[in-house]
């Protein structure tokens, strides 16, 4: 399968067949790695227009998954390997609920409209399958005041202070 690198850690899948293996998974492994953010991934839809976004994406342990929503759509994940925490937020910011994923165990989350959530990393690699409708805007995302930035220095506290949530409740 051919890639087209897309920006530091974004690929597209080019022509009409995509096939999405080990080695495709370990070539995204070895570039999350290298990312200062811990991600990457191989998008399977044609563009950012397309209606249906489809993406195999990797995410290290410190990778921090700002708290967001999506008014219009819902996304929907299957991980193929790792483990994380989903968690659910209401709009102050206050857990809701967490729920374990993983590829052994509960493998699919579908997230519906307006809802915050975030994850959290628990395993050295996430790898998991993710779908949702397009075309894809920035604004179409809404971040939370409560959530801090990745490039704000309180990122990594916050992080930790999930984490030490999510700890506490396995």
Known sequence: MQLRADGPDVWYAEGIEAFV??????????????SARQRARICLHENVESVVHEMVI??????YVRPARHPHKRETMTVLEGTATAVFFDDSGAITSTHQLSANGAKMWRV?????????????????????KGPWQPAASEYPG??????????????????SHVDAHV
């Open 58 to 63: 990797v995410h290290g342990r410190s990778c």
């Open 112 to 132: 519906p409209p307006n809802t915050w959530h975030g994850l959290v990393i628990t395993s050295d690699w996430l790898v998991f399958y993710e779908v949702s």
């Open 21 to 34: 293996g080990p080695d495709e998974i370990a070539f995204l492994k070895e570039h999350a790695a290298a």
């Open 146 to 163: 409560w959530a801090p930035d990745q490039h704000e220095p309180s990122a990594g506290p916050f992080l930790d202070s999930l984490r």
